[in-house]
């Protein structure tokens, strides 16, 4: 491209894409519509202080996000531009290669994020470059409700009420019809990222299970409002597909929030959906609001225990417990059938979350933050902002959190929310022949019972690793001693 095309342009744009892989409702890709020539970006920075990289799991859906994001370019003209290193440095230097007058971008909400972003903002500047950010990812901009004495709201309902209190969130923007064209630039090659995992290859169950990008996420959206009837009351049940399963579309932003918003909105209006089903849907995207309000507030919530009474917590240190129930070999069904079903498709139902999370915690006593760094390597949709909010919450050290004396019983979780045991019997597949009242506690059947099924406990399925009754005393116990 001759560099007359670059200077020539009045207005050279950058628009650099993060957790927000798509094109619809995208402040900062719409407002560089405008502009006469365009590089879209996506920069993979290892480089700056303090980011946490992605965990397995989200680097391979993130190349997929990629892939489908250049190609949505690919259709309007445009392409992705892909670049690797640091934010402060490569930005600048790009933005001077394209000749571009400004940068745009959709916030983040992280503390090394935003402070990454500064430092971009700055070096721009000194270079007579413009950098833009917009609200792009949530429904309310964080920091913006606070209590009466100026501190961050804590607890979950008056915060989700204040939220409803300010109206509905803009309405989402289109897709831009057209783009500036793009430079002919140098661009990475992804195969070079190596974000994909080939020795091993254990991404199989991911590739069966999902399909990333925008174009799948608003399928998705549009599947899950055509058949949310029920959702109120059936969301708790890991046995059947009640839930939206849109987390890593969330997650990587193929779709917004205030999209997703509108839809169920939209869908309740049109009297297509029971509004219990879509106020208590919306109310799960409030919970997503919630966690990025403490993330703001609570910078560290990833590492940090929320109430340091905490600190003190004598959590123990057990490599093969933690090891065990990593693989889901823990003897409790329904805790190794979430483990298993996390391993195998990288999501897990979020009332099998509580209950595994609980049973690390409480069970095990092994410090919450081993859990969240393993879901976070997990998760497709392991989020900066809901995991470490909601690995707090179940510990109990973190904001409206359970109470530690709330401790999960995994046998009647599993008995209440997989009553026929069809959850376990998928992913526990060497137990699928006990009768149902022992699918969530095997170790009460009979000898002969067992042997009619081929299970062997110890053998072909693990005895329970630690008695209920005695985990619970302990866990109360070890309570004790950060009370008060
Ligand atoms: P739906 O019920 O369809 O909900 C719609 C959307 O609302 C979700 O996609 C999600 O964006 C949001 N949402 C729902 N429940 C919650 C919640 N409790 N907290 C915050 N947002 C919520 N969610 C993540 O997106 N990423 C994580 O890394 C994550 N880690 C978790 C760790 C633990 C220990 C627990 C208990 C929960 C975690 N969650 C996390 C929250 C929740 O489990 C998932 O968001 C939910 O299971 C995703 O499934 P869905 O899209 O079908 O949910």
Redesign the pocket.
């Known amino acids: 491209m001759p560099d007359d095309r670059r200077s020539s342009a009045p207005f050279s744009a950058i628009v650099w894409f993060r957790d927000d892989l798509r094109l619809g409702d995208h402040p900062a890709l719409t407002a560089a519509a405008r502009a006469g020539t365009l590089t879209c970006l996506y920069l993979l920075d290892q480089d700056s202080a303090g980011l946490r990289a992605h965990g397995g799991a989200s680097r391979w859906w993130l190349a997929q996000s990629l892939r489908a994001l250049d190609a949505n370019l690919r259709k309007l003209g445009q392409r992705l531009v892909l670049r690797r290193g640091k934010a402060a440095d490569v930005i600048p230097s790009l933005a001077h290669e394209c000749g571009a007058t400004h940068v745009y971008w959709n916030r983040r909400y992280d503390r090394a994020g935003i402070a990454a972003d500064e430092a971009v903002i700055a070096a721009l500047k000194a270079r007579g470059v413009t950098g833009g950010t917009f609200p792009g990812s949530l429904l309310v901009e964080p920091g913006k409700l606070l209590n009466k004495d100026g501190g961050p709201l804590r607890v979950f309902t008056p915060f989700w009420k204040r939220v409803l209190s300010l109206g509905d969130p803009r309405r989402p923007l289109p897709a831009p019809k057209r783009l500036p064209p793009p430079l002919d630039i140098a661009s990475s090659h992804l195969e070079d990222w190596h974000l994909e995992p080939t020795m091993p290859d254990w991404a199989g169950g991911l590739r069966a299970t999902w399909t990333p990008g925008e174009a799948a996420a608003r399928q998705r959206l549009a599947d899950?409002l055509d058949t949310i009837r029920g959702y109120a009351d059936e969301?708790d049940r890991p046995d059947r597909p009640s839930?939206?399963?849109?987390?890593p579309h969330?997650?990587f932003g193929e779709v917004s929030a205030g999209e997703v918003f509108h839809a169920a909105r939209f869908a309740a209006e049109k009297g297509d959906a029971p509004s219990r089903d879509i106020e208590k849907?919306l109310s799960?995207?409030g919970?997503?609001e919630f966690?990025y309000h403490l993330l703001h507030h609570f910078p560290d919530l990833a590492t940090k225990n929320l109430q340091p009474r905490f600190d003190a917590f004598p959590w123990r240190s057990d490599d093969a417990a933690l090891k065990a129930w990593q693989r889901g070999q823990t003897g409790y069904p329904i805790v190794d059938a979430g483990m298993r079903e996390l391993w195998h498709t990288g999501?897990?139902?979020?009332r099998v979350?509580?209950v595994v999370?609980s049973f690390l915690i409480k069970h095990l006593l092994i410090d919450w933050r081993l859990?969240e760094q393993w879901?976070w390597d997990t998760?497709v949709?392991?989020?900066p902002a809901?995991?470490t909010?909601?690995?707090q919450?179940?510990a109990g050290s973190g904001a409206d959190a359970a109470p530690y004396f709330r401790i999960f019983n995994p046998i009647l979780q599993g008995e209440r929310f997989d009553p026929n045991g069809d959850y376990v019997r998928q992913w526990v597949p060497e137990i699928a022949a006990l009768p149902d009242r022992f699918i969530h506690k095997p170790w009460m059947a009979t000898p002969l019972e067992l042997a009619e099924a081929k299970v062997t406990l110890g053998k072909t399925y693990p005895a329970p690793m630690v008695d209920h009754d005695l985990a619970r005393k302990r866990a109360l116990a070890a309570f004790d001693r950060i009370k008060g």
């Open positions: 899950f969301r839930t939206s399963r849109l987390s969330l997650r849907y799960e995207l919970w997503r966690s999501w897990m139902h979020n979350r509580m999370a859990g879901f998760l949709d392991a989020d809901n995991n909010a909601s690995w919450w179940v």
